[in-house]
DNA sequence: GCGCATTTACTCGGATATTTTATGTCCGAGTCTCTTGGG
DNA sequence: CCCAAGAGACTCGGACATAAAATATCCGAGTAAATGCGC
């Protein structure tokens, strides 16, 4: 069970973003280079988060991404499931299904205790992403490091 | 972000292997048998399980595996790490570490609130999995379907 | 009939293939900008 | 000087390789039981 790296490359720059003038993009290239990351790997997670509606993408000259919607209204959650997709990490396969007996009509992602308690589990998991905004990041990021947010943006525009 | 299949087989079968008799065991053949599962591929999970202390093996005619401890002693918890390893689905590869300016003696894995945020979320999911033994989920079983426990002895003793 | 050495069959355990997933790369479609020529 | 048309360059977007991990398999080391032999 592993977390794809993109994840954590998508939270940076989401966080990035939120520093840039309204309305001003940066291209996947400034990003990549930013944290020296593969430029055409890091567009393709730049181009999940725009599908789901998380950036906003412009092409040709000037053009680039820039955050769709105020950092209050995306959650760490939202960025997550853009890039892993909707599922869970737990996929019950339903092996008592296979077991001696009969299953006539029995969903066992339902009824299976086990399942249960995996899917509870992973619930707990999901509010704690959802309780946290990028608004939120913005703001102790600004608190614990006033220089950043500068530094920041002149990576970004250099 | 996927979790292997095996954990969902390795907390069945340490499920089914409370309702034995106290010292006796079940070869790997007969629990893959009873989902029908590869047996070699249950064999290994079952083997992951023995080097984490939650079953015994025991080579030789009669042997197999059986519960190291009691059913009240291991969560859900202790199975998934055994079988996913210690290490959480989002590691920090620091990329705060390859962005301009000076780095020195910084562990991004512990200040970057990226990171922290992320294994607080973990955190939260590690707890709800502690929570539940492999006791609790015998008790519900027998509590909601009475007639399992004696329909899963049957099944893996012939 | 009884005890002991030997054989035999059975089990786990780790080393070895195969399939799937994640990672990384490349080139084309579309768009905005800049240039250039005419009015 | 102003405007419009066209060329050019830049960007994203998805299709295509490569590397890593999960899945599945096989065979050997070790062990306990069963067998056969001698007493």
Known sequence: MRMSEGVEWALH?????????????????????????????????????TRAGILDSTPGPRGGFRLARRPEDITMMDVVTAIEGPDGAF????????SPGDHEGADYRKSCIISQSMRR???????????????DLKE?????HPASPGAILRGLRT
Chains 1, 2 share one sequence.
Do not use: D, F, M
């Not at 992973?122 to 990028?134: N, Q």
């Not at 102790?140 to 614990?144: A, L």
């Open 13 to 49: 720059e989401c966080l990035n973003l939120t520093w840039l003038e309204p309305g001003e993009a940066v291209t996947a290239a400034r990003l990549a280079k930013y944290y020296e990351l593969p430029t055409a790997y890091l567009n393709k997670q730049l181009q999940a988060l």
């Open 91 to 98: 996929r019950c396969e339903e092996v008592l299904r296979r």
């Open 121 to 135: 589990a992973e619930l707990a998991w999901r509010r704690e992403l959802a309780a946290v905004t990028i608004a």
């Open 140 to 144: 102790i990021v600004e608190s614990r």
